[in-house]
Every structure is written in C-alpha cells, then in structure tokens.
C-alpha cells in the first residue's frame, strides 16, 4: 500500500510563501491530491493533480500551483499571498484511481499520510 509524507509547512505572516512537498513510497499514476483541514470545520479539497489535468478550488485558485515530479514520486503545492484563511493542517492524498474529480475532502478507502501545518498570522 502506498505511503505518502507530506511536509514543508511553517508560520508565515500574510502575503508570504510556502511550499509543500508529498513523499510517495512507490511510483504511482493516481490522483494525488491536496487537503486542509481546520479544527472545527469540515476538510477541503485544495487542489489535485493526474494524467491528464490539474484543478484548484477556487479558494485558491491564482495562488497555489501544484505539480509532479514522476521521477521522484513527489507532489509539490506552491503556496503564494497566503492569507490566515489558509491557516490548516494540510494533507496529501490519493483517490487511488488514475484521474483526479474536482477538488473534495478525502473518501473512505483512499489514503493519506500525516499532515504538515501551515499557518499565516495576519
């Protein structure tokens, strides 16, 4: 089963950058996805990436980029003019099916790894 290690999070204040990087334990053509979730609201689905197409939500549609990286079996989420809304514990994820839905908080059966924790202070 695939393992996936998300990091990079950090504090930054708004207007700042970050970027979060998604260790995959084996090579994998699934969707690999991006989630945040807040204590006390429901997941989000942040942005996701397959074959064939990249989707953002529209919460951060302009200033998140996500990519992939085959070769190394990453997922990189490039974060820009964050705001304290992306404030989140931020996992990456797969559906475990080769093409991406739109971006949605995870299912039952599909996988994630720890989170990393991006907060922006205002």
């Known amino acids: 089963q695939v393992h996936l290690v998300a990091s990079g999070g950090g504090s930054v204040q708004a207007g700042g950058s970050l970027t979060l990087s998604c260790a995959s334990s084996e090579y994998s053509r699934y969707c690999i996805y991006w989630f945040r979730q807040t204590p006390g609201k429901e997941r989000e689905g942040v942005a996701d990436?397959?074959?064939?197409?990249?989707t953002y939500a529209d919460t951060v549609k302009g200033r998140f980029t996500i990519s992939r990286d085959y070769a190394n079996n990453t997922v990189v989420l490039q974060m820009i003019s964050l705001k304290p809304e992306d404030t989140a514990m931020y996992y990456c994820?797969?559906?475990?099916?080769?093409?991406?839905?739109?971006?949605?908080?995870?299912?039952?059966?599909?996988?994630w790894g720890q989170g990393t924790q991006v907060t922006v202070s205002s």
């Open positions: 990436i397959d074959r064939d197409s990249i």
């Open positions: 994820a797969t559906t475990r099916s080769p093409l991406c839905p739109t971006p949605r908080p995870p299912r039952p059966r599909e996988i």
